[in-house]
């Protein structure tokens, strides 16, 4: 496991928090911990707040009341810097992967290294990853030319190319058919094995169940503006 991961058990909390959106308050009093090499799952119904429970454990948000720790920090005492260099010890695979349509796959990928000024290690990385997830041979073509279970395992290769210590993903295999769903289920368990803490929001029941076959996976459940522990599958 990554020297990083070890020295924060706990490499994301939130204690107690609530978040609301102009004055209608979403949830209340939730609390959440991701222990270093965890996986666990976040479901609910649309609408309950998964993404932007999402959004706050990599800081991209911030509370409306109670407090979210990152990396043992307070997010809401730390500054643009501060969260920018937590979010390069977390890699996001967003719901709608976005991609730059004019560069190829492979420059889409690289594109956090060069973010971090760590371009220089960019092809190593690359070549890697890219048999890794399976689309050497997409390398130089251009995102709309993808299909979307190809679309998905790139947007994973761009969130671990900075080797981060957290992977948060959001529905990743919402828009991909069951073979795909365990390509990227497959990748994500291996990245697990590696000491990676993984945090997956989802509908797919089935997922979760070939997860916990596989792994020691957690579930939550966010309904009616509380979390729930242990919810059954």
């Known amino acids: 496991m990554d020297q ?23 949830f209340a009093g939730l609390t959440l911990s991701l222990a270093a090499g965890s996986f666990q799952f976040l479901t609910g119904p649309s609408g309950a707040g998964k993404t932007t429970l999402l959004r706050l454990c990599y800081g991209d948000l911030r509370a409306t009341a109670g407090r979210v720790n990152l990396f043992g920090a ?10 920018a260099m937590a979010r390069r010890r977390i890699g996001v695979v967003h719901q709608d992967c976005q991609f730059l349509d004019h560069l190829p796959l492979a420059d ?39 299909s979307g279970g190809e679309r998905q395992r790139a947007a994973l290769a761009r969130a671990v190319i900075t080797s981060p210590d957290v992977i948060i993903a959001d529905e990743p295999t919402g828009n991909v058919d069951w073979e795909m769903s365990q390509r990227l289920l497959t990748l994500l368990v291996e990245l697990n094995r590696m000491g990676k803490t993984v945090l997956i929001a989802t509908h797919d029941m089935n997922l979760i ?16 503006g509380r979390l729930q522990a242990g919810a059954a599958l």
């Open 4 to 26: 990083r991961a070890k020295e924060d058990p706990r490499v994301i909390e939130l204690q107690d928090v609530a978040y609301s959106y102009g004055g209608a308050e979403l």
């Open 74 to 83: 307070d997010a809401q005492a730390m500054t643009r810097d501060d969260v």
């Open 108 to 146: 889409n990928i690289a594109l956090p290294l060069q973010v971090a000024g760590r371009s220089m290690e960019a092809q190593g990385n690359l070549d890697d990853l890219l048999a890794w997830v399976g689309l050497t041979a997409q390398a130089a073509q251009l995102p709309p030319q993808l």
């Open 209 to 224: 169940r070939a997860a916990k076959a596989q792994v020691s996976a957690s579930v939550l459940r966010l309904k009616d």
